[in-house]
């Protein structure tokens, strides 16, 4: 078979050409669409519920929300493992899926199984599904750092929160900007329990006033004069004063009683589980890029770099964005360091098989199918999903070693076969035979007699 195919390679040359010159092609266009990474992701296909339940103790967590969203996962098609944590406050399921299941998939089942057991749950419980996102998505990080001390960590926190998180998670390929660092400023209502037993007020009373004085409400519309007004009522809270006014009762004398009575107001911190420190100089905000699965993280990273210098005429003076985290270097490196390893491979296979055969046309032979080998491993890659990384990348690097002994070992046998083939015909052998063919068909009769 293998003697056949060499034939036929060896009478249709123009045709090997061509389907040669097809296949780099092809394996240009591959190379230049295989994602880029530094680190391969060997994570599972896994799917991560968190459920908010605010206040409540891990136990009671456990029991109301984290049981019934683990036995309720189970069922999943193709899942395989499901996790489930109870913190304070806070339930994390993870549901990890079979090898090769489409991860867009496999949230489309958690969702739908999801609305099932969202009857069984707590009323104040909130449920999201996780980024879709791995364990390798964190590409870049950056922190905001104010030179001039006018700002605070809460105002950096805020201009994360409220400017640069919305801004960058709208750059293609990014899965989630995660806010690190810093304090999230909150309205504070510290009650004064004398008081509100004095008036006879629960606090529960307290939580109700809040919640109704806090929304808008509409009103239909009025017709005055040939023309339509819209009437509603327009009660957000806006400031401080605004809490301060919230009615709660009345006195027997009529007095109304409200929340500025029997409370503090005041804008403060939310309470922090973690901080984040900068070089020794301090607490800073900043945040997280995370890649969204399977994507390409040069180019998610050279995205988010581009839009965080159009981002930096908009922040306030004094506020500096500074990278903290930067995966990009890493896969340049790793990148470069395999182009100067084939570039010495191509240079000793070359001097290789200049020294020991002494045929230039040989070494080519090598050279040449080297970078064409490498660029059909692309085409592999690119059509099965593997992503160029180190390990990748490492093992063409160790497979070339293995292409250019075959290649080295071919031609050498080539050149043993032609230097048999010369010791059984000798060149003046060659050119008496040439010499004697026309003569004896000059001296042929046409009776095919000879004389």
Avoid at 123 to 136: I, N, S, Y
Avoid at 176 to 197: H, T, W
Avoid at 265 to 293: F, H, K
Wanted: glycine share 8%.
């Amino acid at each position: 078979m293998i003697a056949k195919l060499i034939r036929w390679s060896i009478t249709n040359r123009f045709l090997v050409l061509l389907a040669t010159c097809m296949l780099t092609a092809w394996g240009v266009w591959s190379l230049s669409r295989t994602p880029l990474d530094a680190i391969p992701d060997l994570s599972d296909v896994q799917v991560i519920i968190r459920t908010s339940y605010p206040g409540q103790a891990p136990q009671i967590v456990e029991n109301q929300v984290t049981y019934p969203l683990t036995t309720t996962m189970l069922s999943v098609p193709g899942a395989k493992t499901v996790r489930g944590y109870s913190f304070f406050g806070d339930s994390f399921v993870y549901v990890l899926f079979d090898d090769g299941t489409d991860p867009y998939w496999a949230r489309s089942r958690v969702l739908e199984y999801l609305n099932q057991v969202q009857s069984r749950l707590p009323a104040q419980a909130r449920t999201a599904l996780g980024p879709d996102a791995t364990g390798v998505g964190w590409v870049y990080e950056y922190a905001l750092v104010d030179r001039t001390g006018k700002m605070d960590l809460s105002q950096l926190r805020a201009l994360q929160d409220w400017f640069l998180k919305y801004e960058l998670k709208a750059v293609p390929n990014v899965s989630e900007v995660a806010s690190i660092g810093g304090m999230v400023r909150q309205y504070q209502i510290v009650l004064d329990p004398d008081k509100l037993r004095a008036y006879g007020i629960p606090h529960s009373r307290v939580i109700e006033a809040v919640q109704k004085a806090n929304q808008e409400t509409g009103g239909s519309v009025l017709e005055l004069g040939e023309a339509e007004y819209m009437v509603r009522a327009s009660g957000y809270i806006k400031s401080l004063d605004d809490f301060r006014n919230v009615p709660l009762t009345t006195t027997e004398a009529g007095v109304p009683v409200r929340i500025g009575d029997v409370a503090r107001i005041q804008v403060g911190p939310e309470m922090r589980r973690g901080i984040a420190e900068l070089n020794g100089e301090g607490e800073v905000a900043g945040g997280v890029i995370i890649m969204r699965s399977g994507k390409n993280a040069l180019e998610t990273i050279a995205a988010v770099k581009a839009r965080i210098e159009q981002l930096k005429p908009s922040l306030p003076a004094g506020v500096e964005i500074m990278p903290v985290y930067d995966r990009s270097k890493l896969i340049r490196r790793a990148v470069t360091n395999l182009e100067h390893k084939l570039i010495e491979e191509f240079i000793v296979v070359a001097i290789v098989c200049a020294l020991f055969l002494f045929h230039l046309r040989s070494a080519l032979v090598a050279i040449i199918t080297l970078p064409i080998g490498i660029l059909i491993a692309f085409i592999v890659m690119y059509y099965q999903g593997v992503n160029a990384n180190i390990l990748s990348l490492g093992g063409i690097a160790i497979a070339v070693g293995a292409m250019v002994d075959a290649a080295v070992v071919m031609i050498e046998n080539a050149h043993k076969h032609i230097e048999a083939w010369n010791r059984a015909h000798p060149r003046e052998q060659l050119q008496g035979e040439e010499q004697w063919r026309p003569l004896r068909s000059r001296s042929r009769p046409a009776t095919g007699c000879w004389h």
